[in-house]
Nanobody
């Protein structure tokens, strides 16, 4: 069974930092792209950042210069370093493994989400 587990969320004051982790476990051959999404109350889920197995990254304009995505391919783990946090960053953050290749085939997987709350 393949699963993604996020950790590292919490409550932080504006201007503070948090580091999220996403660990993929199970019989995994490869993961093409690992992404972080977020969903605030009453809003649609949005892509925050993504990173390919080769290390290419992309970011939402709203987090450029403040968030950094990274991954450890050997551990099938992705990270999201969030600095200079703002109240508008408050959301549930979800990890996504796109085109994950396992004995069960190729498909996307999602984590259960971790809450990030930024107080003003």
């Amino acid at each position: 069974q393949v699963q993604l587990v996020e950790s590292g969320g919490g409550l932080v004051q504006a201007g503070g930092s948090l580091r999220l982790s996403c660990a993929a476990s199970g019989p995994i051959f490869s993961i093409n792209v690992m992404n972080w999404y977020r969903q605030a109350p009453g809003k649609q889920r949005e892509l925050v950042a993504g990173i390919t197995s080769g290390g290419s990254t992309n970011y939402a304009d709203s987090v450029k210069g403040r968030f950094t995505i990274s991954r450890d391919n050997g551990k099938n783990t992705a990270y999201l370093q969030m600095n200079s946090l703002k109240p508008e960053d408050t959301a549930v953050y979800y990890c996504n493994a796109d085109n994950l290749h396992s004995p069960f085939g190729r498909r996307a997987y999602w984590g259960q989400g971790t809450q990030v709350t930024v107080s003003s």
